[in-house]
């Protein structure tokens, strides 16, 4: 454990439904079947670092659907990102988007957020995690990597890395937006385009880490099904089921997939898809 | 055969170079050989490439490639001179197994579906050199094939909740393993006796995309 340079800057308390480390992601482990994993929405997860001046790749944490604590062991310089929730250091109320000074034996408190889905928390020098092929990002399912390949629990110790970078700076507005943009995919054709974009979809409760579904109103037309061989598939793709129902490939989706691909959206727009949230109504712009 | 011809689409960072869109051997090396030619060439533009079935998806880093015209030509130029490079041979890996009993729970049943004994069976699953389709679904699921047909089986009805990393199984003309402990619906008929994916390793995965294999029983 030399990489680490203290004993752990803080505990977790609550730990919320899914709160993981990740960083920006792996590269170079698909061809083996395993998916990129790292940030879901990059914006928020780089602004969370550019606020406390690290590498933009540092480890940051990952809170999913809020209700999250932790206690500080010694003085940090930390930065809340992401979905628009109360955040509370001990009983004061601190402000998102910003650089904060902790002091030691204090409590970091985030609620369920109102506006949002995802925050991030980013360290001076980036949150340790395990590191596989070259990424401390978490990979749940294949129980590797980061917070030791699982979600965070109550009572682990959270330590801190050198990954500084140059300078601060501040991000834009939290903005959501449930007009998805997206570019065409390898299966779209006109029959599909137009079931798609006459109509809205909500993002089911059933969405996680690997993979977003959004229901639609209108049955899938028998006629728009069509079995494809499997190919690759990365984060950003829609993918069509049988059903209609929309498999959206999330960060630590499954690296091919056996349905057609009939859009793509690119990092960003993923980010604004997953910050939206389970229950979030969305139409499609292609 | 003078070369050999493949549809190229882009797709925001994401080049897709489809030979066929088949299960099918034949093609499916041509995907190992653009493959492979492209990772010798060490292109800086290339992030990682993924081999499946009939299609090589590239991943590009876009600062570092002119536009999409300099990718396309790359990819022509290897495909035009591509029989040349097609016929390199690989060594053969060779993956001891235990087949049957608590390691493989469906072996028995195989057996009896095709009316044959359970050495029989082995003996026709260990008789043949497989072709590493792809890897995909879970870290380290190795699809394999072709599987002779006699014993050629569908997959289970309802898919197994766990099925231990290693495990061999059969669906239909493929056969290939598990990685990592997952649910799956595959025919389990063994267990490799090594762990063939880790991903402390470098490769994390003992095969890899266009491999040779031959499975060989292992003393129990």
């Known amino acids: 454990m030399s990489e680490l340079n203290n004993e752990g800057v803080a505990e977790v308390e609550l730990p919320g439904i899914f709160s993981t480390i990740q960083d920006k992601g792996r590269v170079g482990g698909r061809r083996y079947g395993i998916p990129s994993s790292g940030a879901l929405d990059v914006r928020s997860y780089f602004a969370a670092n550019k606020l406390v001046g690290n590498a933009i790749n540092a480890p940051a944490i990952e809170v999913i659907a809020g209700n999250f604590s932790i206690i500080f062991k010694n003085y940090a310089e930390i930065a809340i990102t992401g979905a628009r929730c109360k955040a509370y250091l001990d009983n004061n109320k601190v402000e998102l988007d910003k650089c904060i000074d902790v002091d030691k034996g204090s409590r970091l408190l985030l609620s369920i957020p109102e506006y949002g889905f995802i925050n991030y928390i980013a360290v001076r020098g980036g949150f340790w995690g395990e590191e596989v092929l070259s990424s401390r990002s978490t990979y749940v399912p294949g129980r590797f990597g980061g917070s030791w390949g699982r979600a965070l629990m109550s009572n682990d110790i959270l330590s801190t890395l050198d990954m500084t970078g140059n300078g601060y700076s501040k991000p834009s507005n939290f903005e959501l937006s449930s007009r998805i943009k997206v570019k065409e995919g390898f299966h779209l054709n006109e029959g599909i385009r137009e079931w798609m974009t006459r109509q809205k979809f909500i993002i089911e409760a059933e969405s996680d880490r690997m993979g977003y579904r959004l229901s639609p109103q209108f049955e899938l037309p028998s006629s728009l099904h069509k079995e494809i061989v499997t190919i690759p598939v990365f984060p950003g793709m829609i993918q069509l089921t049988k059903s209609g129902e929309l498999v959206v490939v999330n960060k630590d989706g499954q690296t091919t997939g056996g349905y057609q691909v009939i859009g793509v959206m690119n990092e960003e727009e993923l980010g604004n898809l997953v910050q939206l949230g389970p229950g979030a109504e969305v139409e499609f712009i292609i | ?220």
Request: hydrophobic content about 35%; aromatic content about 8%.
């Open chain 2, 1 to 220: 055969m003078n070369g050999m011809s493949a549809r190229i689409t882009h797709l925001l960072n994401y080049v897709y170079v489809t030979f066929c869109e088949d299960v099918e051997i034949e093609c499916n090396k041509k995907v190992h050989m653009l493959d492979k030619s492209l990772q010798k060439r060490k292109h800086e533009w290339i992030i990682e490439t993924v081999p499946s079935y009939g299609t090589l998806a590239i991943v590009v880093d876009k600062d570092k490639v002119k536009d999409e015209g300099e990718i396309d030509e790359e990819i022509a130029n290897i495909l035009k001179k591509a029989d040349v490079e097609i016929n390199e041979e690989r060594e053969i890996l060779e993956l001891e197994v235990l087949y049957g009993g608590e390691y493989g729970p469906d072996l028995k049943p195989v057996a009896e579906e095709k009316g044959m004994e359970e050495d029989e069976v082995v003996k026709i699953h260990t008789s043949k050199v497989y072709t590493c389709y792809m890897l995909g679904f879970t870290p380290g699921f190795v699809y394999l094939g072709d599987v002779d047909e006699r014993i050629r089986v569908e997959r289970l009805k309802i898919p197994r909740t766990l099925v231990p990393a290693g495990s061999v199984g059969l669906a239909g003309k493929q056969t290939g393993f598990y990685g990592i402990n997952s649910p799956g619906g595959w025919r389990i008929i063994g267990r490799l006796k090594e762990k063939a994916f880790d991903v402390n390793r470098h490769p994390p995965s003992l095969v890899k995309p266009g491999d040779r294999v031959r499975f060989v029983r292992a003393e129990q």
